[in-house]
């Protein structure tokens, strides 16, 4: 049984495979010739936009979470 890694997820997948069963990308013909250091290096660069993308949107949510806080502390002192 011969594998090839996935060039969209990184993963190990059949050769005879047509679309990797992970992701669905269609395995084309250099995809099983990548030498894994090159897949790697893009999987980790996709990676990193992930957790930059992850990290912006945390910081939205926690700037919406903040201007609620105030609202409700300035509603407090309102109340007093």
């Not at 011969?2 to 993963?11: A, F, S, Y």
């Not at 250091?37 to 700037?63: P, S, T």
Request: one cysteine or more.
């Amino acid at each position: 049984m011969c594998v090839c890694v996935c060039g969209g997820c990184g993963r190990t997948i059949d050769n005879d495979y047509i679309y990797c069963p992970w992701c669905g990308q269609t395995k084309s013909k250099s995809n099983s010739n990548h030498n894994f250091d090159e897949v790697f290096k893009r999987l980790e660069k996709k990676q990193a936009a992930e957790k930059i993308e992850q990290l912006k949107n945390m910081e939205m949510k926690l700037d919406a979470l903040e201007k609620d806080l105030s609202v409700l502390v300035l509603s407090a002192e309102m109340a007093k």
